[in-house]
């Protein structure tokens, strides 16, 4: 399958900081990525869709002007989680599409995960 | 409203034995189904997608699809404890726009085998 690479893979942080999560496509080129959070024992959670070279969309409840997204390039998307609050420790996951994938399926691969923790 | 209904488990088979996961979805109009498999703490693998009614077969899995009973399932031969994880389905809509390609998942089934 294809590859899907973030960093970092964790992160430890104090209140009110800003992270950044980064997400690449290392062997293809991925017109739309997604990101979703996971808490633990819990589902995916589907926070946006993001696709280059446009305004990401958010999903319901999630606060764009909370978590940042930038999907600058066919390979690379990128999430900031601004002003982070304990609450908003979880696991961030990427995903990307591969338009080309097998039969046309349009797979979508995902990062290996970044786990944030704020303090 | 867009759902898929998973057993979540856990499912234990003894080591050697064949594993079943079962879903069912909600939109008689999805296109694509997948299954994923995710250990704990770690992120979703994609191990099996497929697109048309039967089965399909990947080494130890096959997928099928029934699309009229709107089920898709995941049969693991030979279970091993290394297949030990949450199996995750998910399928995505046949429909143009923004959220084209949005992938629905289903909560997880966890699986245990035993050795």
């Known amino acids: 399958g294809a590859v899907v690479s973030q960093h970092p893979s964790r992160v430890i942080c104090k209140s009110g900081t800003s992270v950044k999560i980064e997400c690449r496509s290392l062997?293809?080129?991925?017109?739309?990525m997604f990101w979703y959070r996971q808490f633990p024992k819990q589902s995916l959670m589907l926070m946006a869709t993001?696709?280059?070279?446009?305004?990401?969309?958010?999903e319901q409840g999630v606060e764009k002007d909370k978590f940042l997204i930038n999907h600058a390039s066919l390979t690379l998307s990128t999430l900031t989680v601004t002003s982070a609050h304990p609450e908003d420790s979880s696991f961030y996951i990427c995903?990307?599409?591969?338009?080309?994938?097998?039969?046309?399926?349009?797979?979508?691969?995902f990062g290996p995960g970044t786990r944030l923790t704020v303090l | 409203q867009k759902e898929v209904e998973q057993n979540s488990g856990p499912l234990s088979v003894p080591e050697g034995a064949i594993a079943s996961l079962n879903c069912t979805y909600s939109?008689?109009?999805?296109?694509?189904f997948f299954w994923y498999r995710q250990y704990s703490g770690k992120s979703p693998e994609l191990i099996m997608s497929i697109y048309s009614n039967g089965d399909k077969e990947d080494g130890r899995f096959t997928a099928q699809l029934n699309k009229a009973s709107q089920y898709v399932s995941l049969l693991i031969r030979d279970s091993q404890p290394s297949d030990s994880a949450t199996y995750l389905c998910?399928?995505?809509?046949?429909?143009?726009?923004?959220?084209?390609?949005?992938?629905?998942f289903g909560k997880g089934t966890k699986l245990s085998v035993i050795p």
């Open positions: 062997d293809f080129q991925a017109t739309t």
């Open positions: 995903s990307a599409r591969d338009p080309k994938g097998l039969a046309g399926y349009n797979e979508q691969f």
């Open positions: 998910a399928f995505r809509y046949a429909y143009s726009g923004a959220g084209s390609y949005q992938l629905t």
């Open positions: 993001s696709n280059e070279g446009s305004k990401a969309t958010y």
């Open positions: 939109d008689r109009v999805s296109q694509s």
